[in-house]
């Protein structure tokens, strides 16, 4: 079956400083119409940071959506243009005051492609070096810095301190690369 | 540090069909202010789903925010009070026609907390029997049915047809079971 949505017309609802949204009409695959409700984002990196004492680098951060505090992996927003393996080092270096010699891209996903176009770009930085204590965080940014063990991040995802698909997902990640060494 | 973000003022954007905006004014750690464009979801269920042949449920569907057909486990969004659980059956019913004789809630996470209180549960459907062939789609959605092996799935992840985070966090929840049976 066919499965494509053609546009038939756009509204822009809100611009605004991280995401756009609007409301498109649709044309639906058996002819009829409908609306889709479309949240535009820049896209982002998030960044597993392995010390060499195979501690994982967190933050825990104020999350405004959620209301509350969680632990995720260092992430943040792609700049207009900017490469994502550029990105994840500029990141990793404003949230950690980590540097890192060795950077891979482990995958890429759409966080909700049911309303929107955010894509998130996962990195493994390992090679760690310290530059300065997180020092370059945006002014409106504030995290608390931490260094867990797998066992400890494991904990944390079954007492909901991490909560969020990406961390969850790199938790998952290192135990699947424990369990392959075996 | 204390990093909560105290409300200020909450100005209503947008009231959708499936989504909320919103744009709160913030007061900072520091006393600053600030503001954060938020995205209200009813939360959602996605269901990995494991024939007794060890297929996997798969749907393929047009994503209009990222303007192309995905392949994705079964999901969908939670009614108003719905209990997680009764949704996840409901769906996997309705998109697939596969009743379950065993479901298993595996993790929750949100999709992406910066912007968006998306809340999506993740169950592990076994004991599958047919009902009919996905005969209760909502009036606005088209999907292709799939079943395919977990060495099927890894290759859609790698030629990126399979490109969301809850469903290569289910191929990664299986490489894992995998690993650890080893």
């Known amino acids: 079956m066919k499965l494509e949505e053609k546009t038939i017309k756009t509204e822009k609802i809100f611009e605004g400083r991280i995401i756009t949204v609007q409301v498109d009409e649709v044309e639906l695959p058996n002819g009829k119409t409908s609306t889709r409700e479309l949240v535009k ?8 940071a392995m010390t060499d004492e195979e501690r994982i680098v967190m ?7 959620l209301e509350k505090e969680i ?22 270096e404003e949230e950690t005051g980590y540097g890192c010699n060795n ?19 996962i990195y493994l ?10 020092a370059g ?3 409106d940014e504030f995290v608390n810095l931490m260094e867990v063990t797998l066992e400890e991040a494991e904990e944390m995802v079954k ?11 790199a938790v998952q ?4 690369g424990k369990a392959l060494k075996k």
Chains 1, 2 share one sequence.
């Open 41 to 48: 984002h820049p896209g982002a990196v998030a960044i597993i």
């Open 59 to 65: 933050v825990e951060q104020y999350r405004k959506p």
């Open 71 to 92: 632990v995720e992996i260092p992430a943040g927003k792609l700049e207009k243009g900017e490469d994502p393996a550029v990105c994840a080092k500029r990141e990793l």
């Open 103 to 121: 950077l891979e891209l482990l995958t890429s996903f759409y966080t909700s492609p049911g309303f929107a176009d955010e894509l998130v770009h």
């Open 125 to 134: 930085a390992k090679g760690l070096y310290k530059i300065e204590e997180g």
């Open 137 to 139: 965080l945006d002014e």
């Open 159 to 169: 007492n909901q301190r991490i909560f969020d698909a990406k961390t969850i997902y």
């Open 173 to 176: 990640y290192l135990q699947l």
